[in-house]
């Protein structure tokens, strides 16, 4: 059974939505990943683990072409980002959703590999939601947020708070397990956020936990020399597979609660 949206022709569109598929649409970036990481490195990510989760699954959804380029201007201070100015963004991929919701696609799930695109991402999913006046479900996830990947990065890490944050040990570890010949290992760098606790962040573990969860985003050169936000020394392929393998997983556990989530009726008092 076809499961690439892109391969398929037209009717086999209309059949896949018709029989209630989810399409699921990875959305990244391109920007620096530090001295040893590809500037590709959140679009392969994501698409990856997308890419494996709907491949075991076929019958519940089909993988929407990726959106690659996302918001990040506050990593334009080191070559190589390529970034779309928010409100662009937002609508691009609202555009997007509501083109496959029009094709009849009621459960669109935005799988997302950039941390500045979570907010941009939240809003576009919910306009998709409020375009349609509530007759579809449009959710968002980022994937570093998926239970089975926080689950097994808890037991795998050997880094501790902060490391795995952008470039570090999770998203090292996930790019030697996909692509190990364009990681450039001896050059990679343990260095740390500088900002005050309530504003560290960890990709696996949420915010500090003698923080509050403030989100405070200055320029990235600011924060690091490096463009590293933990510590890619720690990373090694076997964790990769094995993060990589909790992503897709918990990926298709979400599909399926998607899924079986019901689209109930609005209840307007006017």
Same mark, same amino acid.
């Given at each position: 059974?076809?499961?690439?949206?892109?391969?398929?022709?037209?009717?086999?569109?209309?059949?896949?939505s018709?029989?209630?598929?989810?399409?699921?649409?990875?959305?990244?970036?391109?920007?620096?990943?530090?001295?040893?990481?590809?500037?590709?490195?959140?679009?392969?990510?994501?698409?990856?683990?997308? *890419?494996?989760?709907v491949?075991?699954i076929?019958?519940?959804?089909?993988?929407?072409?990726?959106?690659? =380029?996302g918001?990040?201007? =506050? =990593?334009?201070?080191?070559?190589?980002t390529?970034?779309?100015?928010? $409100?662009?963004?937002?609508?691009?991929?609202?555009? +997007?959703?509501?083109?496959?919701?029009?094709?009849?696609? #009621?459960?669109?799930?935005?799988?997302?590999?950039?941390?500045s695109?979570?907010?941009p991402?939240?809003l576009?999913?919910?306009?998709?939601?409020?375009?349609?006046?509530?007759?579809?479900?449009?959710? !968002?996830v980022?994937?570093?947020?998926?239970?089975?990947?926080?689950?097994k990065?808890?037991?795998?890490?050997?880094? $501790?708070?902060?490391?795995? /944050? =952008?470039?570090?040990?999770?998203?090292? !570890?996930?790019?030697?397990?996909?692509?190990? *010949?364009?990681?450039?290992?001896?050059?990679?760098?343990?260095? %740390?956020?500088?900002m005050s606790?309530s504003?560290?962040t960890?990709?696996?573990?949420?915010?500090?936990?003698?923080?509050?969860a403030?989100?405070?985003?200055?320029?990235?050169? /600011?924060?690091?020399?490096?463009g590293?936000?933990?510590?890619?020394?720690s990373?090694?392929?076997?964790?990769?597979?094995?993060?990589? #393998?909790?992503?897709?997983?918990?990926? +298709?556990?979400?599909?399926?609660?998607?899924k079986?989530?019901?689209i109930?009726? %609005? %209840?307007?008092?006017?």
């Open positions: 059974m076809k499961y690439r949206f892109a391969e398929m022709i037209w009717h086999e569109i209309r059949d896949a018709q029989a209630g598929r989810i399409a699921v649409l990875p959305v990244a970036t391109y920007e620096d990943h530090g001295p040893h990481l590809p500037v590709d490195t959140d679009v392969v990510l994501c698409t990856g683990i997308c *890419e494996r989760a491949q075991r076929p019958d519940q959804a089909v993988l929407v072409p990726p959106v690659a =380029h918001y990040s201007p =506050h =990593h334009m201070d080191f070559h190589g390529l970034t779309i100015t928010w $409100d662009t963004f937002i609508r691009y991929v609202k555009d +997007v959703c509501c083109s496959l919701a029009h094709h009849g696609f #009621e459960r669109i799930l935005i799988v997302n590999g950039h941390g695109n979570a907010s991402l939240d576009a999913a919910r306009l998709t939601v409020l375009e349609y006046e509530g007759r579809i479900h449009c959710a !968002s980022s994937h570093w947020d998926l239970r089975r990947a926080k689950d990065g808890a037991q795998l890490r050997s880094s $501790d708070y902060g490391g795995t /944050s =952008h470039a570090g040990e999770y998203e090292t !570890s996930l790019y030697l397990a996909l692509k190990p *010949e364009l990681v450039e290992m001896d050059r990679a760098v343990d260095e %740390r956020s500088p606790p504003f560290r960890d990709l696996l573990a949420g915010t500090h936990p003698e923080g509050s403030a989100r405070l985003v200055p320029y990235w050169s /600011s924060q690091t020399g490096s590293v936000m933990g510590d890619a020394t990373a090694t392929k076997q964790k990769g597979e094995a993060w990589l #393998e909790a992503a897709v997983s918990g990926l +298709v556990d979400l599909v399926a609660e998607l079986a989530q019901p109930l009726p %609005r %209840r307007d008092q006017h």
